[in-house]
RNA sequence: GUGCCCGUAGCUCAGCUGGAUAGAGUGACAGACUCCGACUCUGUAGGCCGCUGGUUCGAAUCCAGUCGGGCACACCA
């Protein structure tokens, strides 16, 4: 049992005893939500907050905590003590000790409670022939985060990459491509080769307006499936994601499908007619669409004027298709802040069609990224590319490894692992709604709260482990009276909260509660390992704080896996 | 104009369902390696928590208003 809920306990039995007149005391549960940290570890571990007791009890709150104390006596859990309102509590730090190391951080043991239950990711979600930039970090890093902590927590996770595959433009490109370009150029240059002809098209559109015309009839050619069309469509979102998938690999991200929009080409009737038939398409302006006055929004476009269908449209023919396939308990789309309306527009239309799942459809929502200050356009140049950003965070680890450690094996690989790591860290250390300004200086700062910090402390953690092994120390943490000190005890303390720290993580939908955690244990180790000698001549006291010590490693590195970030062992 | 979001140390940000003297990193200044990895650790300075009112025993946190910033507001995605 935790320590919270035995103090809980330990309350609930001292207000019976204190106050046996009383009606309606909390319950266990109930006190245990009582239950908070004190602003200062001198204060105690918990206090009991006795304030919104002293109406019901006409008791002044000081006499409340002062008449518990009394009442609870000894025990073995914790010592109390009376401060003002408030009752505290001081844990009895051998059994803190024995309690926490008895966890294991690496694994969710109620994992049965989830099973069975799916949950469905939209993130990254890239467009074709478009490079992939520092605005793309976010949902991907995100969402892949997000996956691996669902998964942890036992869920199916149900990851999609849904790509923006579909629009008029990719017609103008094909008809650029059928005036101006060949097929070498595009397979040696890739996206940027596929930009080019986009730039071209409209520049030659300037002197030629017919092309807008060919290009929209390109485009209804790949609409209605026609051979030559059809083929160099899918060549173009080959060679599209040929390129993501370097940046995917050195990012580590993966996904279960590449559905993007093209997917539901044939799945949209049915989002039409069953609009109709449950009444909800009216006509507007010659438009189709589904009335939100009554829910204080503007009108959801379905269908455009000449009966071309929307992004939106395709949205709801996804939810449509996800719930029937995957049958999922929620579904998150990982999307920034941007189109907001557009999602809450949409998700009410499905609500509005019947369908009470429209609850578990929720739009994660993240802030936007600028480059100095100003927006990022392709357009003028002002952008930074993920992949130069990534190589560069590479290249500056390695610099510092030559630098720090120049015999180390495998250079390249643990640059690749820090410098990669440090770029996902700042995209998962703050709140996702916040924007993002980048600046060089800051991406490529590996001191303080950084990823670099934690994987230092996590490859320290491995070289002491080393040393022990060396030194015929074995992990135990039997002998509990070596990690009494304030130090440890506020190792254990960290080590103790991963577990909630990742529920409130995946109920928030936040990783950034996993990297501030885990930042916690990473600051507190470091202060435990310079105030305190851990291999010294006595062995039982060595093994228990070897066992400390392999329970921060085990916990960083799980906790770096959650947010996408692998622990090399020696840095 | 309407809706949503944000406003906490010079800078970047934490602050869980309201609770005890508001925290961290960074920058500045001052310190700590004959000792388990100094990508580390310790200390000092730095704050009408945008502003005003309200609810409450208690508000950075909840409510109303106000100012400042961002985003969105029909045939693009």
């Known amino acids: 049992m935790n320590a919270k809920k035995s103090i809980a306990e330990l309350v609930a039995k001292a207000l019976i005893k204190a106050f046996p007149e009383a009606a309606g005391l909390p319950a266990v549960d ?57 009752l505290n509590f001081f844990l009895n730090r ?109 520049e030659e559109a300037e002197k030629d307006p017919s092309l807008e015309e060919e290009g929209r009839a390109w485009f209804k050619r790949v609409e209605d499936g026609a051979e030559e069309a059809l083929a160099i469509f899918n060549w173009f979102k080959d060679v ?41 398409l009216v006509e507007s302006d010659g438009a189709q669409v589904v009335d939100l006055t009554e829910d204080n929004m503007p009108p959801c476009l379905i269908l ?34 941007q189109q907001d309306l557009h999602f809450r527009q949409w998700f009410k239309v499905i609500e509005k069609m019947g369908y009470p799942w429209a609850k578990d459809l929720i739009h994660v929502s993240f802030g936007m990224v600028s480059y100095e200050g100003q927006a990022l356009s392709t357009r003028k140049g002002h952008v930074i590319y993920l992949e130069e950003l990534l190589d560069r965070a590479v290249e500056k680890a390695l610099a510092i490894i030559e630098e720090k450690s120049p015999g180390l094996e495998d250079k390249e690989t643990v640059a690749r692992q820090v410098g990669i790591g440090a770029v996902v860290f700042a995209d998962l250390f703050n709140n996702r709604i916040k924007d993002i300004d980048f600046w060089w200086d800051r991406a490529l700062n590996f001191d303080g709260e950084t990823g670099p910090y934690v994987q230092y402390t996590h490859a320290r953690c491995c070289s002491l482990l080393r040393k022990a092994t060396e030194a015929g120390v074995t992990p135990n943490g039997s002998q509990t009276s070596a990690l009494t000190d304030d130090d440890a005890q506020e190792v254990l303390r960290q080590l103790s909260r991963f577990i909630s720290a990742v529920l ?19 600051q507190a180790f470091n202060k435990y390992y310079y105030e305190q000698r851990i291999l010294d001549e006595d062995m039982g006291a060595s093994a228990a704080r070897v066992r400390l010590t392999e329970a921060v490693r085990d916990t960083l590195r799980q906790g770096l896996w959650l947010i996408g970030m692998e622990a090399p062992e020696r840095m």
């Open 30 to 86: 109930e006190v245990e939500a009582f239950l908070e940290v004190p602003p200062d570890t001198a204060m105690g571990d918990y206090a009991f907050p006795c304030f919104r007791l002293s109406k019901p009890l006409k008791k002044g709150p000081p006499v409340i905590a002062q008449a518990l104390l009394n009442a609870m006596g000894d025990n073995e859990v914790a010592t109390g003590q009376a401060a003002g309102g408030y």
């Open 94 to 202: 051998e059994r803190f000790a024995l309690d926490t190391l008895a966890l294991d951080n690496t694994r969710y043991d109620l994992a049965s409670s989830n099973t069975g239950k799916t949950i469905c990711l939209d993130y990254s979600s890239i467009n074709i022939a478009k490079r992939f930039h520092i605005g793309h970090l976010t949902t991907t890093m995100l969402g892949h985060s997000l996956k691996r902590i669902y998964d942890f927590l036992g869920y199916r996770t149900i990851g999609i990459n849904h790509l923006g595959d579909w629009g008029t433009q990719f017609g103008k490109m094909i008809c650029a491509y059928k005036h101006w370009g060949n097929k070498d150029e595009v397979e040696a240059g890739g996206v940027d080769a596929m930009t080019s002809l986009y730039v071209r098209f409209h």
């Open 240 to 280: 599209t994601l040929k390129d993501a998938e370097r940046v995917y690999q050195k990012l580590g991200v993966t996904f279960d499908y590449y559905t993007g929009e093209s997917f539901y080409n044939d799945k949209m009737d049915r989002v039409v007619v069953e609009l109709k038939e449950k009444a909800l």
């Open 304 to 337: 455009k004027r000449d009966g071309a269908t929307l992004y939106t449209t395709r949205d709801i023919a996804a939810a449509l298709y996800r719930k029937d396939t995957f049958d999922f308990t929620k579904a998150l789309y990982v999307v920034a802040y």
């Open 504 to 522: 409130e993580a995946s109920d928030h939908y936040e990783p950034s509660m996993v990297t501030r955690q885990i930042t916690r244990l990473a």
